[in-house]
């Protein structure tokens, strides 16, 4: 079956970085376009940024452009978040997603924690 796992996520300084992975299984994975989403406790879901399946196409939200990249690696089935210049405010879950078979498919999130 689909599975999403992600992976990366942890405790950081305002400033530092962290690179997030997302690790594919069950589905072609070089067939699909990956996202990232992240959520912050009492905030509705937001999406992060966007890779197309040959990974050519990207697109970042405006609240992190410049400080993320969105990358993915199709012989390893991983998509990645390079998260640099981290904000207090990025502290949230960061889920990765997809579409396979007219379902929104999710992983079960990883933790970002930006504190000093």
């Known amino acids: 079956q689909v599975q999403l796992v992600e992976s990366g996520g942890g405790l950081v300084q305002p400033g530092g970085s962290l690179r997030l992975s997302c690790a594919a299984s069950?589905?072609?994975?070089?067939?699909?376009?990956m996202r990232w989403y992240r959520q912050a406790p009492g905030k509705e879901r937001e999406l992060v940024a966007n890779?197309?399946?040959?990974?050519?196409?990207?697109s970042i939200s405006d609240s992190v452009k410049g400080r993320f990249t969105i990358s993915r690696d199709n012989s390893k089935k991983t998509v990645y978040l390079q998260m640099n210049s981290l904000k207090y405010e990025d502290t949230a879950t960061y889920y990765c997603?997809?579409?396979?078979?007219?379902?929104?498919?999710w992983g079960q999130g990883t933790q970002v924690t930006v504190s000093s």
């Open positions: 997603q997809t579409r396979v078979a007219l379902r929104d498919r």
């Open positions: 069950g589905f072609t994975f070089s067939m699909f376009p």
């Open positions: 890779i197309s399946s040959h990974g050519r196409d990207t």
